[in-house]
């Protein structure tokens, strides 16, 4: 669709001759000279992320800390798709998954027969056992999906369509939260690269060397400075047309895939230090996901980022996002103990007054791990979050006086470092001295190995191994689990994403998700429409997804009455 000049364009022409020559000398938007003037950059569909352009594999902890999943929502969905109201609607154009009627243990999948690559080939079960794989070996894949600890076993005969995932003892509740979005990729394609015959057959027999080179393609195949994304296939609507000079990606439809068509193509994904201002200019901008800014004034954020505000809305968000610091079990945070003396020595509210200065977004502290402080069940778990986060510096002190904690976290997220002086500054009054480690993304190294805690933003969903329980579990069980979840403080939850989403007045469809995919869960049913949108909702949820059944399984689940 041709894109229409926005509601209120107060650029004039002078203004906007001197915005391409400077995005020119940037290396940013295109545009070229004719005559004695410029031609303007073509309008386009732009859709601003909150963090660097990285990677589309999800599974890999940069790809965690980069928010992979916001990339790879609709070119590698999952196995479930996490919805607009937090409810997991099942994807049946990838996969069918049913616990065993016979086994609670044990959940059967099966692949959509019409499921295929962009480069025409079949999604097989080999592509679910990769990922399981990679789980595993975190040494060798530099993986972070922790869910899967959950799994004894996955039982795949290589081409099949047909694959059963076993899980240990009194575990398999929570199989809609494993193969998330960027997580399901293409094995054949690693395999090339790693110069590996069969997956299938190098798993099971536990090839080292065979695993060790798939590890690294694993990494490398879907990591955009490394290898050309556009040569890389997809199973979702989409599929990467390009890498521009820019830094942008370019998506496109994905012609093999067999599902709903795209609505909205090409869609530009921009990295968060993008020009803003000047896509907008320029009609270039239609979504931006953004660290700051506060979701009652959105004439004065647009403002901020040099937008005008009459031509951008703000989209109503729920993620339930927390800053988190993720915890080695090994070297001298290993004793449970110990890292329950580090939480004890920080100051939350401290900390979010500092975001909150730094972002101008209105951020919470909290000490929950399984529920957002949103959740209706939220009040009833007040007491232990009241304990999660109380500061007792005297009581900390025995178990970190004279310790150093490596802290490592992206560089390319200012308020990590605002954390990071923080937790410095408070913890060491307790006598732990704090280094930093900022890293690159593409030197993200390993947890455990570069650094004993990382510090990154990430929802409860795929994580909590040690637990059943879930938001939409009753409050008796969650209780339980979070105070199991506080025993072991193998994360600290600090305080609440600060996040604004803005959308063009023409982008409909735009509506966010509690997940770690955001507004990006349904991309492919974003549409510019012919007059400006109030809201991002055109219709209904789970018409999005083409899952009725999906949305109504949701809803019931959310629904339970809380149990005391």
Known sequence: MIRRRRAAQHTTTATAALALTAALTAGGLAACSEGSGLK???????????????????????????????ISARLYPGAFIAGSRGQNLPNGDLVTAKPGQDDPRRVDYTINEKASYSDSKPVVCDDFLLAYQASKRADLFNSDMPLFGQVERVDCAAGAKKFSVHFAEKRGSRYRELFGPGTVLPSHTVAQKAGVENVVAAIDSADEQALTELGKAWQDVFNFHKTDPAEVPTSGPYKIGAREDNGSLKLEKNPEWKGVEANQSPV?????????????????????DINRGS???????????????????????????????????????????????????????????????????????????????????????????????ATDIEAARPSLQGLTIRIGFLDSVPRYRKIFDALKDQCSKAGVEIQPVPRKAEDYGLLGVDYDVALDTRSAA??????????????????????????????????????????????????????????????????????????????????????????GMATEEKSKAPEK
């Open 40 to 70: 303007p950059a073509p309008e386009q569909f732009g859709y601003v992320l909150t963090s660097d352009l990285v990677t589309s594999n999800a599974g890999t902890a940069v790809g965690v800390a980069t928010d992979a999943a916001k």
């Open 268 to 288: 530009y994904l921009w990295p968060h230090d993008a020009d803003v201002k000047s896509l907008g200019e320029h009609n270039q901008l239609s979504v931006v």
């Open 295 to 389: 979701g009652d004034k959105p004439g004065k954020l647009a403002g901020d980022l040099g937008l005008n505000g009459d031509d951008y809305r703000v989209v109503e968000a729920h993620s339930q996002r927390v800053d988190t610091l993720r915890i080695s079990d090994l070297g001298i945070l290993q004793d449970p103990a110990t890292r329950r003396a580090l939480n004890s020595c920080i100051d939350r509210t401290a900390i979010a007054k500092t975001v909150e200065k730094d972002t101008g977004a209105a951020v919470e502290p909290t000490g929950l791990r399984i529920l957002g402080t949103t959740h209706p069940l939220r009040e009833y778990l007040e007491d232990i979050n009241r304990r999660n986060t």
């Open 462 to 551: 795929g994580r909590n191994s040690a637990v059943n329980a879930t938001e939409s579990s009753t409050l008796k069980e969650i209780r339980v689990a979070e105070h199991t979840l506080a025993e072991d403080a193998l994360t600290l939850p600090l305080i609440t994403e600060p996040r604004t989403v803005l959308a063009e007045v023409h982008a409909a469809n735009v509506l966010d998700s509690s997940s770690d995919t955001g507004v990006s869960w349904n991309m492919d049913r974003w549409v510019e429409a012919d007059e400006p949108v109030s809201t991002g909702r055109a219709s209904d949820d789970a018409k999005d997804t083409g899952d009725d059944e999906g949305a």
